[in-house]
T-cell receptor, first 112, second 110 residues
């Protein structure tokens, strides 16, 4: 079944730890996105990719980095997590020629 | 600057009580307006895309309409399972990225 997956769903870690949030999609979409969403707030784009080896920063400044080595995989990495990184992280993808984005279930990150 | 404002922030309805959610937008050259549903702790679920003023889309109890300045999501005879946060987003000619509103939290009581 074509879908978009995120792991882990929930993560609680200590300050200073390095973490990677995984996102994979089996829909064959070329465009992928990472959003950050705080409770009751709008989604903010932090990274996006229009294809393999293409990555760009979004509108919201983020200390995270991303990579796109395979079409279906778009991981997000925080080298040194801080409490200010506590948030929900949502991955999305879209296919060529259309703007509709389809979202994964999200990762709820808590940094103590 | 592209902007999306949704109202009200929260809406409480009785089962069967129809109502509308509003999405006002300013964008340079609208290329699409999108409605999503988001349940607590989950990612947004795509509902509709509208491209031009006058366009309407329907799905079960939901109907989305679009004018040059705003979109409405009409909910007819809602049920408790319609309770969720409804998000509106636009994409314009500049930037090519979705701009989201803060959402309307809908609660439908039996």
């Amino acid at each position: 079944e074509a879908d978009i997956y995120q792991t882990p769903r929930y993560l609680v870690i200590g300050t200073g730890k390095k973490i990677t949030l995984e996102c994979s999609q089996t829909m064959g979409h070329d465009k992928m996105y990472w959003y950050q969403q705080d409770p009751g707030m709008e989604l903010h784009l932090i990274h996006y990719s229009y294809g393999v080896n293409s990555t760009e920063k979004g509108d919201l400044s983020s200390e995270s980095t991303v990579s796109r080595i395979r079409t279906e995989h778009f991981p997000l990495t925080l080298e040194s997590a801080r409490p200010s990184h506590t948030s929900q992280y949502l991955c999305a993808s879209s296919k060529p020629g259309v703007h509709e984005q389809f979202f994964g279930p999200g990762t709820r990150l808590t940094v103590l | 600057e592209d902007q999306v404002t949704q109202s009200p922030e929260a809406l409480r309805l009785q089962e069967g009580e129809s109502s509308s959610l509003n999405c006002s937008y300013t964008v340079s050259g609208l290329r699409g307006l999108f409605w999503y549903r988001q349940d607590p702790g989950k990612g947004p679920e795509f509902l509709f895309t509208l491209y031009s003023a006058g366009e309407e889309k329907e799905k079960e109890r939901l109907k989305a309409t679009l004018t040059k300045k705003e979109s409405f999501l009409h909910i007819t005879a809602p049920k408790p399972e319609d309770s969720a946060t409804y998000l509106c987003a636009v994409i314009g000619n500049q930037g090519g990225k979705l701009i989201f509103g803060q959402g309307t939290e809908l609660s439908v009581k039996p």
